[in-house]
C-alpha cells in the first residue's frame, strides 16, 4: 500500500511539474501563470501520497 501511495504522489508531482514548465513556457514574462491554483493544489496533493506512506498505518 505504502508504495502505491509514493508512486501515485511522484505521478502527481510530475504532471504538476509538466503543467508548470508548459506555462512558463507559454505565459509572457512578468505574468501569473495561468494555471497557478491548479498547480499548488496538485504539488500538495502529491506531497500529501507521497508522505502518507510513512505513516506507520502503512508500514
Given at each position: 500500500?505504502s508504495?502505491?501511495?509514493?508512486?501515485?504522489?511522484?505521478?502527481?508531482?510530475?504532471?504538476?511539474?509538466?503543467?508548470?514548465?508548459?506555462?512558463?513556457?507559454?505565459?509572457?514574462?512578468?505574468?501569473?501563470?495561468?494555471?497557478?491554483?491548479?498547480?499548488?493544489?496538485l504539488?500538495?496533493?502529491?506531497?500529501?501520497?507521497?508522505?502518507?506512506?510513512?505513516?506507520?498505518?502503512?508500514?
Amino acid at each position: 500500500m505504502s508504495l502505491f501511495l509514493v508512486l501515485s504522489g511522484m505521478v502527481v508531482l510530475i504532471v504538476a511539474l509538466v503543467l508548470f514548465l508548459r506555462g512558463r513556457r507559454d505565459a509572457p514574462q512578468g505574468t501569473p501563470l495561468p494555471n497557478g491554483r491548479a498547480l499548488v493544489l496538485l504539488t500538495l496533493l502529491g506531497l500529501m501520497l507521497a508522505l502518507a506512506s510513512q505513516l506507520p498505518v502503512f508500514r
